[in-house]
């Protein structure tokens, strides 16, 4: 089971980013998936899930900037970022975790994380 992250970059603040998590190894249709991010000094919180109905949650200030979708066909998780602001400076990363543990926003259920890929957002 793996995740590979890939995306990740420098950007002004306004601008836009992708983010793409390549899954390999598991039953990815039947996963709960989520990108999560980590700023210096503050803890991992969850940005956006999707559960494997592909119900989707968001943490509510990247709600209407950010839309994460799933390629079902390359089992790809991407994180469009819009409108990036300063306070989305962080490490951001890819988790998932299979049933029967629910989709939820603890990092705690998470069994599987990717490497991570930075993301910095200039003022």
């Known amino acids: 089971v793996q995740l590979v992250e890939s995306g990740g970059g420098s950007v002004q603040a306004g601008g836009s980013l992708r983010l793409s998590c390549a899954a390999s190894?598991?039953?990815?249709?039947?996963?709960?998936m989520a990108w999560f991010r980590q700023a210096p000094g503050k803890e991992r919180e969850a940005v956006a899930i999707i559960g494997d109905d592909g119900s989707l949650r968001y943490e509510d200030s990247v709600r209407g900037r950010f839309l994460l979708f799933k390629d079902k066909s390359t089992n790809a998780l991407s994180l469009q970022m819009n409108s990036l602001e300063p306070e989305d400076t962080a490490m951001y990363y890819c988790?998932?975790?299979?049933?029967?543990?629910?989709?939820?926003?603890?990092?705690?259920?998470?069994?599987?994380w990717g490497q991570g890929t930075q993301v910095t957002v200039s003022a």
């Open positions: 190894g598991g039953t990815w249709s039947t996963y709960c």
């Open positions: 988790a998932a975790h299979s049933p029967p543990v629910p989709c939820g926003r603890s990092d705690s259920r998470y069994a599987y």
